[in-house]
């Protein structure tokens, strides 16, 4: 039997963010809605025959998605919050996909947007599923039939893709009354059913049903659900299922998952840890074992014959083998052909989702005909990076074996720190701040490409960012925000600027991926050993300062983050490299503290996002993670405020970690949750100072006052007042001036107004 190859899913967003245009020029109202979806059909068909030359047997359908690919799953099964099918008129189309997200209809009427946090252990951010308890659900979004259909007139082998009714659950959140999630299966399983008979009727075989929260550890309840609901489906239709995981094992789940009655399962050999003589002795003979062998979440070339010696073996032992990407391709860049700038050698080391579809196509040949020559050629590509100069620095690795636990500790406990800040800053209670970034306007964008491309002097680009450096802080003056910001006119990309300086780091030109709907991050690649070359925050924080006598905050992006937001290297462990970037962070804040800069806020929002999916891995990640923050953070004086923040993540069963950075202030995300985050401090006694995000940024929404000293009243409930910081959820980057200046006025009035409702200066 020869072996099958595909992929779990390719990059939706068009090889030139097409689909980002398009989306936003909708919502701006400058291309129509048939033109979007003439472009959104573009983009599929163009993915499904780079797939196809490539070499790919079976091609994804149904891994498309305008915004969200659970937000599809919930528009498929009519889960549509009340608030959003009230501002709708209860239609069911693309705009009421995009109110769910946004929180605005056809930019008019708007409403609170649907929840969104991090999708497992990635920097993709999903739409949080509602329910409650007594909704029903109906068939009401057609997208994934349609595109079936689309893909079969084209003529192509084809698996459609649809997201598991377990996963489903688990990722969503009740509101209202508390009830088991699990209860609504019954009630969701019939609209799956109806799916899986129609794809049936058009002659699919097999069908992806993606589970990728059987990598975790699940409640009994739970894995005994997942066993009967998989037993209905084969019952339904006589199509084949492929029960799809990964992200990590699922060794501990397997006893449940060999009685599920699934035609064939995937498992992810990058990110699960499998013994795989051991594994394939407990799968059945007749069941089809397909194996992410090539990293759907990382950028270097496979060692394709390292890959042909463990698969061999495994051929003679179970014949029903497939060779696939560990996970869905769409946390890679598309093309590395559209790279023009990389260094030959580095360039040769690298490998994005059209070359990761040739790697299948390789090794699915060389394993069928028995013949590794062309696989030879490509691994050796990725085996002589061991040799190469530009990878080991023997200073940084001597600086991180010399760190000690005095690097990590500040000099004296907050109760005590905190007085010398206060005395320091003088600041109001009820403070008033944002998290760092003004709106990035197309004309700052304009001017960093006319730099970088040299069409401007950079005496003429300095003075630009000086002149937007100017208005932020004039701007936050007029509207009396307590502790300002310089508004980062000059940063592209929170992770990439900093990488910029630093040794140890590559950066692509095209290499987009997305992170939430329209934005798109060009995750920087580390390629080597981590230093500061120069200081990178200390002229423009300095200038910012030099313009008020309000305190200005440095801005930086924490270790883990810049870490989990990087393609990292894979010959080191990641805590040598957290650990070479915070003593990295390490200098530079000692040298905003030299430079007069009084408040330092070291971001961490992907600190959640690193843990291993198990929990019973947790401990040992998070150690080295709240290490890393304090080495980077630990060298100022007890006058200086350390400030870190978090966003759109769950943090609650995390708390005592986060606690353990030991921050003077952490701001978090909150509103989309109506703070609902908050209630783990019910139970837990935040030590510190706590800025919960009082409106949502990633809607153009403008929060009324009201709306906002309702939020702040429900945070004193949890947060003493003379610890609480009113703040947004996140940076302002993505919004407009005018957006912005409403929502910070509102926000710095309605500070005031309980300042006088509790009485205080």
Known sequence: MSIVNHILGFPRIGINRELKKAQENYWLGNITKSKLLSIGKKIRAKNWKIQKDQGINLLPVGDFAWYDHVLNTSLLLGNIPLRHMAISNNKVDIDTLFLIARGVYKNKKSTQASEMTKWFNTNYHYIVPEFTENQSFIY??????????????????????????????????????????????DRIFPIYSYIISELSKRGITWVQIDEPVLSMDLPNNWLSSFKNIYKKFKHTSDIKILLTTYFGSINHNIDYINQSYVDGIHIDLLYGKYNLDDFVSKISSDKVLSLGIINGKNIWKADLVNWFNIIKPIIIKHKKIWLGSSCSLMHSPIDLNQEKYLDDEVKNWFSFS?????????ITDAINNNNTNYIN?????????????????????KRVENISA???????????????????????????????????????????????????????????????????????????IDLLVHG??????????????LDGFVFTFNGWVQSYGSRCVKPPIIIGDISRKNPITIKWTSYAQSLTSKPVKGMLTGPVTILCWSFPREDISREVIAKQIALSLRDEVTDLEKSGINVIQIDEPALREGLPLRQSEWNSYLKWAVDSFRLSSSSVK?????????????????????????????????????????????????????????????????????????????ALKFIPINRLWV?????????????????????????????????VK
């Not at 009401?140 to 698996?159: C, P, R």
């Not at 609650?652 to 950075?661: E, G």
């Not at 407009?736 to 500070?751: C, D, G, P, Y």
């Open 727 to 759: 703040n947004p959820d996140c940076g302002l980057k993505t919004r407009n001036w005018k957006e912005t200046i409403l929502s910070l006025k509102n926000m710095v009035i309605a500070s005031k107004n309980l300042r006088k409702k509790y009485k």
């Open 377 to 397: 050629d490509w691994s050796n590509a990725i085996r002589s990076r061991n040799y190469s100069k530009i990878v080991h620095n023997p200073f940084v690795a």
């Open 140 to 185: 009401s979004w057609s997208q994934l039939l349609d595109e079936v259909d689309e893909a079969l007139s084209l003529g192509y082998n084809i698996k459609p893709v649809i997201l598991g009714p377990i996963t489903y659950l688990w990722l969503g959140k009740v509101k209202g009354n508390f009830f088991e999630r699990l209860n609504l299966l």
């Open 488 to 501: 980062e006119p000059e940063r592209n990309d929170m992770v990439e600027y900093f990488g910029e300086y």
């Open 354 to 362: 059209v070359q990761k579809c040739k790697e299948l196509s390789l």
């Open 406 to 480: 005095s690097d990590m500790n500040r000099k004296n406990v907050y109760s005590i720190r905190c007085n010398d800040q206060r005395d320091k800053l003088n600041l109001p209670l009820l403070p008033t701040t944002t998290i760092g970034s003004f709106p990035q306007t197309d004309d700052i964008r304009k001017s960093r490409l006319e730099f970088k491309s040299g069409k401007i002097s950079i005496k003429e680009y300095n003075k630009i960012i000086k002149e937007n450096i100017k208005k932020v802080i004039l701007e936050q003056e007029r509207l009396d």
């Open 638 to 714: 007890n006058s200086t405020q350390i400030h870190t923040h978090m966003c759109y993540c769950e943090f609650n069963d995390i708390i005592d970690s986060i606690s353990a950075l030991d921050a003077d202030v952490i701001t978090i995300e909150t509103s989309r949750s109506d703070m609902d985050l908050l209630n783990i401090f019910e139970k837990f006694s935040y030590p510190n100072e706590i800025g919960p995000g009082v409106y949502d940024i990633h809607s153009p929404t403008v929060p009324d006052i009201k709306y906002i000293e309702s939020l702040l009243i429900k």
